[in-house]
């Protein structure tokens, strides 16, 4: 489990998104097993209390369950793990569009760009110039 955690989100935060981006990609199954919070804080390098945290957040939006002693599992529930997809795929979406919005580029224009980059078989980190 790798996580680049940055300094301006709280790391509990970065530790959800690691998780709802790893469920949306199909990384993380439905009712897979998770490292208990000990062991994720040993793996991440984080406060034991960070973790609980995070786990306390995730089981509260029905991301994962936890039963008595078992280990934690992600939901089953297929309406969380589809508003898990549809929130990071909103995220990016409103993140461009403000990126896009604030240089004044006509909707066709972009749409046309973005229909043309995600036909693109390469890896999508060139940008081409015209």
């Given at each position: 489990?790798?996580?680049?955690?940055?300094?301006?989100?709280?790391?509990?935060?970065?530790?959800?998104?690691?998780?709802?981006?790893?469920?949306?990609?199909?990384?993380?199954?439905p009712?897979?097993?998770?490292?208990?919070?000990?062991?994720?804080a040993?793996?991440?390098?984080?406060?034991?209390?960070?973790?609980?945290?995070?786990?306390?957040?995730?089981e509260?939006?029905?991301?994962?369950?936890?039963?008595?002693?078992?280990?934690?599992?992600?939901?089953?529930?297929?309406?969380?793990?589809?508003?898990?997809?549809?929130?990071?795929?909103?995220?990016?979406?409103?993140?461009?569009?403000?990126?896009?919005?604030?240089?004044?580029?006509?909707?066709?224009?972009?749409?046309?760009?973005?229909?043309?980059?995600?036909?693109?078989?390469?890896?999508g980190?060139?940008?081409?110039?015209?």
């Open positions: 489990m790798n996580v680049s955690f940055n300094k301006r989100d709280p790391v509990y935060v970065q530790v959800i998104r690691h998780f709802k981006e790893q469920i949306a990609t199909g990384v993380f199954e009712g897979q097993e998770i490292p208990s919070r000990r062991e994720l040993n793996r991440l390098k984080i406060n034991p209390n960070t973790a609980q945290r995070a786990y306390k957040k995730m509260e939006a029905g991301l994962i369950t936890t039963e008595r002693n078992l280990p934690s599992k992600i939901t089953r529930d297929e309406h969380v793990l589809k508003s898990v997809r549809k929130e990071l795929i909103m995220e990016a979406v409103n993140d461009f569009v403000y990126s896009v919005r604030s240089i004044n580029v006509p909707v066709d224009e972009v749409l046309e760009l973005v229909k043309e980059k995600y036909d693109d078989k390469s890896d980190k060139e940008v081409k110039d015209d």
